[in-house]
């Protein structure tokens, strides 16, 4: 038994000594910051947490900042990216961008992403924030902007949509080792991708469109649209809506039922849409990415973004 018991404890021990020198090797490997799996982690353990309302799932931690993929992102006191708003000056327009990781700008710095190149423009009369948090369906956006509508009381709300609007999300907690282990949550992620992969485009578009036809992802994204109209009623804010358009390939593009549902749930509830795919697609997709592995848009995607909304805010035009 004592011989057991000691063969047992050196081979965990050995497991033990195997599974750091893989977790240094890993970090080593990822120390540049331009995985993007690692970097999303990071993100994720550096920058969010749990969030008290289930719906929303996770939210950033007020006053905490981290260099994500080179870029140094800052979270403000009231837990969104960027600077800390005036919301006490008498006159000040507020305006409010609510969306995922695009609304929060991933991977640019502050005044390269959507809300600093539309504060630079709309000027010092307007101020301009933004809820977004990465990885987010469009429940937890609406869920997410709601927890802020009494106290900022905008002039306008900003919703960035993307063809993952209706998607079902696991708001689960994290494990202790995907928390701690960036060998563990890359190896995570690949099975993740590995059983979630729909073979060829072909399979990936029509598992948007079932999406998006109907289900239990798209019952929630329509519901959480009737919030967000009910508190725009109650607050007296307008609401513009943007589509950003699934940032593979433009030329064709094979997204179109999802604009157009868009369009339509927007139109019907007495919103303004706007689709930027008309100028964006003047260019390759790729040339709009921000960085050869991540489709995140990047600043001169945001400029394309920023004159779609010229015509809806006076202080914008020439």
């Known amino acids: 038994m004592k011989r057991f018991l000691s063969g047992t404890g050196l081979v965990l021990f050995g497991l033990l000594l195997a599974c750091a020198a893989v977790e240094g090797l890993v970090r080593v490997a ?81 005044d390269a992403t959507l809300r600093g190149q539309l504060a630079r423009r709309l000027g010092s009369g307007t101020e301009v924030m933004t809820t977004g948090v990465g ?3 469009m429940t937890q956006i609406v869920a997410n902007w709601l927890r802020y509508a009494d106290t900022v009381r905008p002039d306008t709300v900003i919703v960035l949509a993307t063809a993952r609007a209706p998607a079902v999300q696991d708001t689960g907690q994290a494990g202790w080792l995907v928390r701690h282990s960036q060998a563990y949550a890359l190896l995570v992620s690949f099975v993740e991708i590995a059983l979630n992969n729909t073979p060829g485009q072909a399979g990936l578009i029509a598992s948007y469109e079932k999406m998006w036809a109907g289900g239990s992802g798209r019952a ?3 519901a959480a649209l009737d919030r967000l109209k009910a508190d ?18 433009f030329e064709p593009y094979k997204f179109d039922f999802a604009t157009n549902i868009m369009r339509a749930e927007s139109e019907k509830r007495g919103w303004t849409f706007l ?44």
């Open 30 to 110: 990822t120390s540049s910051q331009q995985n993007y799996l690692i970097e999303m982690w990071r993100y994720a353990t550096l920058l969010k947490r749990n969030s008290a309302d289930p719906v929303i799932g996770h939210e950033h931690i007020p006053g905490a900042s981290a260099v994500l993929q080179g870029v140094e992102v800052s979270i403000n006191s009231l837990g969104m990216r960027g600077p800390e708003p005036d919301l006490s000056t008498v006159g000040r327009h507020k305006v409010v961008i609510a969306g995922d990781s695009t609304a929060m700008g991933w991977g640019l710095p502050e």
């Open 135 to 137: 990885n987010m369906n």
């Open 220 to 222: 929630a994204m329509d």
């Open 232 to 249: 725009q009623a109650k607050h007296g804010y307008r609401v513009l809506v943007m589509m950003i358009p699934e940032p593979h390939s």
């Open 275 to 318: 689709d930027p795919l008309p100028t964006l697609r003047n260019e390759p997709a790729e040339s709009y990415w921000v960085a050869n592995n991540d489709v995140h848009p990047n600043a001169k995607a945001f400029q394309v973004m920023t004159d779609v909304l010229k015509p809806y805010f006076p202080s914008l035009q020439e």
